[in-house]
Nanobody, 127 residues
Framework: QVQLVESGGGLMQAGGSLRLSCAAS????????MAWFRQAPGEERELVAS????????YYADTVKGRFTVSRDNSRNTMYLQMNSLKPEDTAVYSC????????????????????WGNGILVTVSS
């Protein structure tokens, strides 16, 4: 049974930092391109960052570029999202997701073509 479990969310003041983790089990983690999505109340889910199965090149949404850093440790089956200089508009439910390499090349991830999803974790940034 595949599981993606997010942790590290919570309440933070603007300007602060949080580190999200996504622990994967039940799959060959290194075979999956991984991504972080977020969904704010009343908004569409958006792709925040993605990282290919072996690491290396990464993608960031313009709204988080320069503030967020995505990484992964295949030996620990875990992906991370370091979030610095948090803003109130970063408030959302953050979800990790994975897509097998056979599903398409890295860089083409979207909310409709991921194979597995975590349940999501709430990040609230107060002003």
């Amino acid at each position: 049974q595949v599981q993606l479990v997010e942790s590290g969310g919570g309440l933070m003041q603007a300007g602060g930092s949080l580190r999200l983790s996504c622990a994967a089990s039940g799959l060959t983690f290194s075979a999956f391109n991984m991504a972080w999505f977020r969904q704010a109340p009343g908004e569409e889910r958006e792709l925040v960052a993605s990282i290919p199965r072996r690491g290396g090149s990464v993608y960031y949404a313009d709204t988080v570029k320069g503030r967020f850093t995505v990484s992964r440790d295949n030996s620990r089956n875990t992906m991370y999202l370091q979030m610095n200089s948090l803003k109130p508009e970063d408030t959302a439910v953050y979800s990790c997701a994975g897509r097998g390499w056979w599903g398409g090349s890295w860089g083409t991830e979207n909310q409709y073509n991921m194979d597995y999803w975590g349940n999501g974790i709430l990040v609230t940034v107060s002003s």
